[in-house]
């Protein structure tokens, strides 16, 4: 006990640096998601998942899914976190007219860890998106991603 004789007592720290690239669709990967309003949801996400002490790294998407990088905050599950982000910007693009009071997020989602020394390379893909997604599905993609991290699915609750 000596040894703390005359040293300030701190309370420990609980820190975290953990990046997530989140993938979700909307409801029957109904096209939603128009060019007019992209920009406006994705900066609203953002918003979201600083509120909630996450940091967005980028967000970016197609008509009818998006993705997003950023750190999942230590005090918040990966499914609180997504289900916040996903009720908020739901909510958020229902008062953006007539065309999008029934948009809805499909139920599930797809979530894959990112190491900090893969970040550039999952941001470029992410920024990549409207190109990517000339030549490529949704369906194969999200497909890809459970291939590339060993991810076990049932196809039959895939794709609502």
């Known amino acids: 006990m000596n040894a703390l004789k005359g040293q ?7 820190l975290a640096q953990i990046y997530v690239h989140i993938v ?13 309003i992209e920009s406006q949801l ?5 918003d979201t998942i600083k509120q909630m ?3 967005p790294c980028l967000i970016n998407g197609v008509i009818d899914h998006v993705h997003v990088l950023s750190t999942l905050p230590r005090t918040v599950t990966l499914s609180k976190y997504i289900e916040e982000i996903k009720r908020n910007s739901s909510r958020w693009i229902k008062t953006k007219g007539n065309d999008y009071q029934k948009f809805a997020w499909q139920n599930g989602y797809g979530a894959f860890s990112v190491s ?6 999952v941001k470029r893909y992410i920024a990549g998106q ?7 599905t949704f369906k194969e993609e ?7 991290y060993d991810v076990k699915y049932d196809e039959r609750y895939l794709w609502d």
């Not at 300030?8 to 609980?14: A, F, G, N, R, V």
């Not at 979700?24 to 007019?36: A, D, G, L, M, W």
Request: net charge positive; aromatic share 12%.
């Open 116 to 121: 900090s020394s893969r970040m550039d390379s």
């Open 142 to 148: 999200l497909l890809e991603f459970f291939r590339k």
């Open 130 to 136: 409207k190109e990517h997604h000339r030549t490529v």
């Open 42 to 46: 994705f900066a609203y996400m953002g």
């Open 53 to 55: 002490n996450g940091i």
């Open 8 to 14: 300030d007592k701190k309370m420990p720290q609980s």
């Open 24 to 36: 979700s669709s909307t409801k029957e990967r109904y096209p939603f998601i128009q060019p007019e």
